[in-house]
């Protein structure tokens, strides 16, 4: 049996006919950029998240960016974050010119551990950015109450987590801004790049607006430095067939993720730890991710037995290469660095079957000699 980590042409089958339509719908209005659909796309995520703006972006790296430039993050500011999440969190800071400080995780969760954010606090602190990782919220009302204790901003990486909750609150509520990604493994993804800022502060909203389209305002009038990000038709018509399947895949990966667990406490018991959901909260389950001993022996031993996995992620951001004037050394995030060597994500999507996970398992089991 084969198992990929995701197979998105199951998906693709069921929606073909519709999409196939919109997308001719797009090509015959020769309207590409920022036209309708962006703007219902825009109009039902923000809506979504319970909040009154979204402003659809280029990807969900541009996002972050923006949200941080509409906020006034720039040089000389620093921002707290995780270094336990994908490059673009840190590389939106440094490319907004403020410096990323990083705080380490929380074990269970692999969140940001609010407990550490204060210590980090400097008078130069602007803003946090807690990464929802894997799609379960950080503790975001902690973070926002100590966001308001600082007079701080918060710009939540949902880009794994669109459809969470924490408390019954969306992604977005909470924050001062929220960020996804389409890129098309994502749980809402899109056929390229895609992604959006949600805010419910109409001068964030606005400013992103600009930002997204050079700073021009009025048009060919630049008071703002901006770029190019903007959200295309075609993504955004495909994304409006998706959208309304959103709730039905997110339950569907739940339900994958607790087979997984069913599965491998019985065949595993405690050798290896399965994801919690803290209470409170509604995990969307972007990946189903196990701590392992082993980790690289286990993982290239399913890739024999044909099972793809992932280990998202091996190189914590503070100690990237790239990152290395900032002055962090290994052993300066020990619950980081060891989610890093512990981390494995198994093969994941709403339309995995049963027969796979079954698979899955019974290798892992076998691997651990049980
Ligand atoms: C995917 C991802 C991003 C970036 O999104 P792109 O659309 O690929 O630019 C940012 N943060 C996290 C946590 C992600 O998983």
């Not at 929606?15 to 020769?30: A, I, T, Y």
């Not at 336990?84 to 969760?109: E, L």
């Not at 895609?194 to 700073?215: F, L, N, Y």
Request: aromatic share 8%; glycine share 8%; with cysteine.
């Amino acid at each position: 049996m084969k198992v990929p980590m995701l197979d998105l042409s199951e998906q693709y089958q069921e929606l073909r006919s519709e999409v196939l339509e919109v997308l001719d719908q797009v090509m015959g209005s020769s309207r590409f950029i920022l036209g309708d659909n962006v703007k219902k796309l825009e109009e039902d995520v923000a809506k979504y998240s319970n909040v009154a703006h979204g402003i659809g972006c280029g990807n969900g790296s541009d996002a972050i960016h923006i949200a941080l430039q509409a906020m006034g993050v720039g040089p000389g500011d620093e921002v707290i974050t995780t270094a336990f999440t994908f490059f673009a969190t840190g590389g939106a800071i440094a490319r907004a010119g403020a410096k990323p400080v990083y705080v380490d995780i929380d074990p269970v969760t692999f969140n940001i551990d609010p407990k550490k954010i204060e210590a980090a606090i400097t008078e130069k602190t602007k803003a946090i950015i807690p990464v929802h990782l894997y799609g379960q919220m950080a503790d975001m009302e902690r973070i926002a109450e100590i966001a308001k204790k600082h007079n701080l901003g918060v710009v939540e990486d949902a880009a794994q987590a669109i459809g969470a909750k924490h408390n019954g609150k969306s992604v977005g509520e909470l924050g001062t801004a929220a960020t996804y990604s389409f890129f098309p493994t994502k749980n809402l993804g899109a056929y390229g790049d895609g992604g959006m800022v949600v805010t419910d502060d109409a001068d964030i909203a606005e400013k992103s607006r600009v930002i997204r389209v050079h700073g021009s305002k009025p048009k060919y009038y630049h008071h703002v430095l901006g770029y190019n990000s903007r959200l295309d038709e075609l993504q955004a018509a495909v994304l409006n067939v998706k959208f309304p399947h959103l709730d039905r895949w997110s339950d569907l990966r739940r339900e994958k993720a607790s087979t997984y667990t069913s599965l491998l406490k019985e065949k595993l018991g405690d050798l290896v730890v399965t994801p919690v959901e803290k209470e409170g909260n509604y995990h969307v389950f972007h990946q189903y991710t196990l701590r392992v001993e082993n980790r690289d022996e286990l993982q290239n031993y399913l890739k024999e037995q044909g099972v793809a996995t992932m280990v998202y992620y091996p190189l914590p951001l503070h100690i990237q290469p790239v990152f290395a004037d900032l002055g962090y050394k290994e052993g300066d995030l020990p619950e980081t660095e060891k989610a890093a060597r512990e981390a494995i994500s198994l093969p994941m999507f709403p339309e995995l079957k049963t027969e796979q996970q079954e698979y899955v398992v019974a290798k892992i089991a076998e691997f651990y000699g049980k």
